[in-house]
């Protein structure tokens, strides 16, 4: 008898469940992205500063054991959390709590603006007098930041901007002097590039990132049934570039920073 070789899935490093936001339960996610032939992973929001999100130290315990419980059957879960970079609870977790996720998530939901004001992706109006690119300069200079003093494995969504900027086409906004700012902070930290299918990046910018050596991770960002393990569009942008299946991040497999 000859063993069948494992077949390679797409992991799904980003997606919801009833812990935050997302409609679904973990063990619904499970099921879903194996319909989906993905590989499942659980990311909730774990923040003091997100609605509905595990906000505290002992709910992360919590939130834990629940996951790891579920692990017990379904082996090949990944246990992740997504953290706001401007929150605190990720700088207060304890180092044996950070040490039980397979992977963690970081994500620029808010940055720090010259003034000292933060402005929120999904806040609704403008700080008066503060122009387009000022604005991303400071954010460009919050993702070096968040690259130097967040110990996550992926940048979530990489190009989410201000709900007021959403108009505008991405490319122009992220300059090619941005984007390589952005990759090459990415690359020196070893974080990865999420290719998101939530917030679809233009993809000059996934090819800036591979070109300066950043590790691709798909996530679908996916808060329903619909949503989630729905990784077409980032698994195939990912080979668009090139980029090889075994080479997309896999924490079972590439680990964590630390
Ligand atoms: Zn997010
Ligand atoms: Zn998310």
């Not at 490093?13 to 935050?20: E, I």
């Not at 059957?73 to 990944?78: A, I, R, T």
């Not at 007098?129 to 967040?150: I, P, S």
């Not at 393990?229 to 991040?249: H, I, N």
Request: net charge negative; aromatic share 8%; hydrophobic share 40%.
């Amino acid at each position: 008898m000859s063993a069948t070789p494992p077949v390679w899935r797409p992991r799904d490093c980003h997606a919801h469940t009833t812990f935050s936001d997302g409609v679904l339960t973990p063990k619904a996610v499970v099921e879903v992205a194996r319909e989906r032939g993905a590989r499942p992973s659980v990311a909730d929001h774990l923040s003091c500063d997100v609605g509905a999100a595990v906000g505290t130290v002992a709910g992360v315990a919590n939130y834990l054991d629940v996951l790891e419980k579920l692990r017990r059957d379904v082996p090949e879960l990944g246990i992740s959390g997504e953290f706001c970079w401007h929150d605190s609870l990720w700088r207060t977790l304890p180092r044996d709590q950070w040490a039980r996720f397979t992977h963690t998530v970081g994500s620029l939901h808010a940055v720090w603006l010259p003034s000292g004001n933060r402005l929120h992706m999904f806040q609704r109006g403008w700080p008066e007098g503060l122009d387009a690119d000022a604005y991303m300069d400071a954010h460009v200079e919050n993702l070096e930041r968040f690259a130097r003093e967040m110990p996550v494995e992926i940048l979530a969504h990489p190009t989410l901007l201000p709900l007021a900027l959403r108009t505008r086409p991405l490319q122009e906004l992220w300059t090619e002097a941005r984007e390589e700012r952005a990759v090459r902070a990415l690359a020196a930290a070893g974080i990865a590039f999420e290719v998101s299918n939530r917030y679809r990046p233009h993809i000059r910018f996934v090819r800036r990132a591979v070109d300066a050596g950043v590790r691709l991770s798909l996530g679908s960002d996916g808060h329903t049934f619909e949503q989630v393990a729905d990784l077409a569009w980032p698994l195939a942008t990912a080979r668009e570039l090139g980029v090889r299946d075994e080479d997309l991040y896999e924490p079972l497999v590439h680990g964590r920073r630390s």
